[in-house]
Antibody, heavy 118, light 110 residues
Framework: QVQLQQWGAGLLKPSETLSLTCAVY????????WNWIRQSPGKGLEWIGE???????NYSPSLKSRATISVDTSKNQFSLKLSSVTAADTAVYYC????????????WGQGTLVTVSS | QSVLTQPPSVSEAPRQRVTISCSGG????????VNWYQQLPGKAPKLLIY???LLPSGVSDRFSASKSGTSASLAISGLQSGDEADYYC???????????FGTGTKVTVL
C-alpha cells in the first residue's frame, strides 16, 4: 500500500520561502517520478514540477524561476522550495507519484494548505 | 489558467447517467493520453481513469471514459450520492511543456 505523507509550514509572509516535504511509504521509490501540484481557488489545479530518484527534475515554465525540488533517496522523501512567495501562491499543495508508463498521478499526499499573508 | 475546458457543473437524479466533456487542442489531448481525477470535498484528487479509458484497480465500472481527436469525455452511470464530487481531466501539453488540467466539473446528485 503506497502512502504519501507531507508536511511543512502553513503560514508565510510575502517574500519568504515555502518549504514542504513528502515522505513515501510502500512501493518502489526509484521506479517513479515524484511531483508537486497545487490547487488554488483562482487558478484551479496547477502542476509545479517533478523529480526522479536520480535527482533529475523538470518544472512548469510558470514556476521554474522560483521552484526547486530535491530528493533524499535514503529517506524516500522529496521536497519543494518555492522562493519569494506572494499572496498568489496561497493554495493547497499536494505531492503525488507519477506513473511514468501511463503518465498519470496515481497516488497523492493529503495536501497542505499554505497561506501567504502579511 | 486552465487550458482544458469542462462544464462547470452537471446534475442528474440517482441511478441516471451523466457525461462530462473535456475540450483541448492538438498540443495536449490531440497528442497525449487523458487522465481523469475525482476530488471528494476536502480530499486530495483520486485517479479515476488513466490512459484515456482505463480503470485503476478498485474503481467502479460505473465510470467510463473515451477520447476522440482533441476532446475527451467521462461518463458516470447508475449515479449515486457518493459520486458528488469535482472531476478533472489532465493531459501533457507539448506547446506549454506543462501538464494542463481541466477547469473542473462539479457533479450534483439531485
Amino acid at each position: 500500500q503506497v502512502q504519501l505523507q507531507q508536511w511543512g509550514a502553513g503560514l508565510l509572509k510575502p517574500s519568504e520561502t515555502l518549504s514542504l516535504t513528502c515522505a513515501v511509504y510502500g512501493g518502489s521509490f526509484s521506479g517513479y517520478d515524484w511531483n508537486w501540484i497545487r490547487q488554488s481557488p483562482g487558478k484551479g489545479l496547477e502542476w509545479i514540477g517533478e523529480i526522479n530518484h536520480s535527482g533529475s527534475s523538470n518544472y512548469s515554465p510558470s514556476l521554474k524561476s522560483r521552484a526547486t525540488i530535491s530528493v533524499d533517496t535514503s529517506k524516500n522523501q522529496f521536497s519543494l522550495k518555492l522562493s519569494s512567495v506572494t499572496a498568489a501562491d496561497t493554495a493547497v499543495y499536494y505531492c503525488a507519484r507519477l506513473n511514468g508508463g501511463t503518465r498519470d498521478f496515481d497516488h497523492w499526499g493529503q495536501g497542505t494548505l499554505v497561506t501567504v499573508s502579511s | 489558467q486552465s487550458v482544458l475546458t469542462q462544464p462547470p457543473s452537471v446534475s442528474e437524479a440517482p441511478r441516471q447517467r451523466v457525461t462530462i466533456s473535456c475540450s483541448g487542442g492538438t498540443s495536449n489531448i490531440g497528442n497525449h493520453a487523458v487522465n481523469w481525477y475525482q476530488q471528494l470535498p476536502g480530499k486530495a484528487p483520486k485517479l479515476l481513469i488513466y490512459y484515456n479509458d482505463l480503470l485503476p484497480s478498485g474503481v467502479s465500472d460505473r465510470f467510463s471514459a473515451s477520447k476522440s481527436g482533441t476532446s475527451a469525455s467521462l461518463a458516470i452511470s447508475g449515479l449515486q450520492s457518493g459520486d458528488e464530487a469535482d472531476y478533472y481531466c489532465v493531459a501533457w501539453d507539448d506547446s506549454l511543456n506543462d501538464y494542463v488540467f481541466g477547469t473542473g466539473t462539479k457533479v450534483t446528485v439531485l
